[in-house]
């Protein structure tokens, strides 16, 4: 697997990136998830750390913030309108993204 994802070539040529079959790649969940915390540590709000990111009811949750924060441009993630574009911010691209992060 991690040679395939070292190898993969996508339209723009660069190696690790986007590709059909893996609409996020695990560099931009990376970049996405460093953002995140980010945001999350300069919110005066309380932080849950006692739930997993991969418990499914918050999965869920961070996904559809993550989603959101891609369309409304909030997001400092460098391929934020590409991510907006593959994941629309309804229930759809709620359900898609824990899957493919899932699946990374």
Same mark, same amino acid.
């Given at each position: 697997?991690?040679?395939?994802?070292?190898?993969? @070539?996508?339209?723009?040529? *660069?190696?690790?990136?986007?590709?059909?079959?893996?609409?996020?790649?695990?560099?931009?969940?990376?970049?996405?998830?460093?953002?995140?915390?980010? #945001? %999350?540590?300069?919110?005066?709000?309380?932080? +849950?750390? !006692?739930?997993?990111?991969?418990?499914? @009811? !918050?999965?869920?949750?961070?996904?559809? !913030?993550?989603?959101?924060? %891609?369309?409304?441009?909030?997001? #400092?993630?460098?391929?934020?309108?590409?991510?907006?574009?593959? *994941?629309? +911010?309804? @229930?759809?691209?709620?359900?898609?993204?824990? @899957?493919?992060?899932?699946?990374?």
């Amino acid at each position: 697997f991690w040679l395939k994802l070292a190898t993969a @070539e996508t339209s723009t040529g *660069y190696p690790g990136q986007r590709t059909a079959a893996m609409p996020i790649a695990p560099e931009q969940f990376v970049v996405t998830l460093q953002n995140m915390t980010a #945001s %999350w540590l300069s919110s005066p709000l309380p932080c +849950n750390y !006692e739930k997993s990111f991969f418990d499914p @009811e !918050e999965l869920a949750v961070v996904c559809s !913030e993550m989603i959101d924060r %891609w369309h409304s441009g909030q997001s #400092s993630h460098p391929d934020a309108a590409t991510l907006a574009a593959t *994941y629309t +911010n309804d @229930e759809a691209g709620a359900a898609g993204l824990p @899957e493919d992060l899932l699946g990374i």
